[in-house]
Nanobody, 117 residues
Framework: QVQLMESGGGWVQPGGSLRLSCVGS????????VSWYRQAPGKERELVAA????????NYADSVKGRFTIARDNSDNTVYLQMNSLKPEDTAVYYC??????????WGQGTQVTVSS
């Protein structure tokens, strides 16, 4: 059974940091490009950051550039999202998404991030 499992969400004050993890199981993880998306209440799901299968290329939404860093460790089937200088507008459910073009794509169940004082 293929599964992407996020963890690391929680509550943090503005200016704080969190590190999210996405662990893949039941799939050839190193073949999958992985992205982090987020969805705030009443808003559409939006792309936050993405990393290619080998970790060579990364992309970020303008709203998180310079604050968030995506990285992966294929030996541990894990993609990380380091989030620094968090703002209230970063509050959302964060989802991990993996895709191997032409083979398959999968979503995680999401992890809540709340930034407030």
């Amino acid at each position: 059974q293929v599964q992407l499992m996020e963890s690391g969400g929680g509550w943090v004050q503005p200016g704080g940091s969190l590190r999210l993890s996405c662990v893949g199981s039941g799939l050839t993880f190193r073949q999958y490009a992985v992205s982090w998306y987020r969805q705030a209440p009443g808003k559409e799901r939006e792309l936050v950051a993405a990393i290619t299968s080998a970790g060579i290329t990364t992309n970020y939404a303008d709203s998180v550039k310079g604050r968030f860093t995506i990285a992966r460790d294929n030996s541990d089937n894990t993609v990380y999202l380091q989030m620094n200088s968090l703002k209230p507008e970063d509050t959302a459910v964060y989802y991990c998404y993996g895709v191997w073009h032409g083979i398959g794509d999968y979503w995680g169940q999401g992890t809540q991030v709340t930034v407030s004082s």
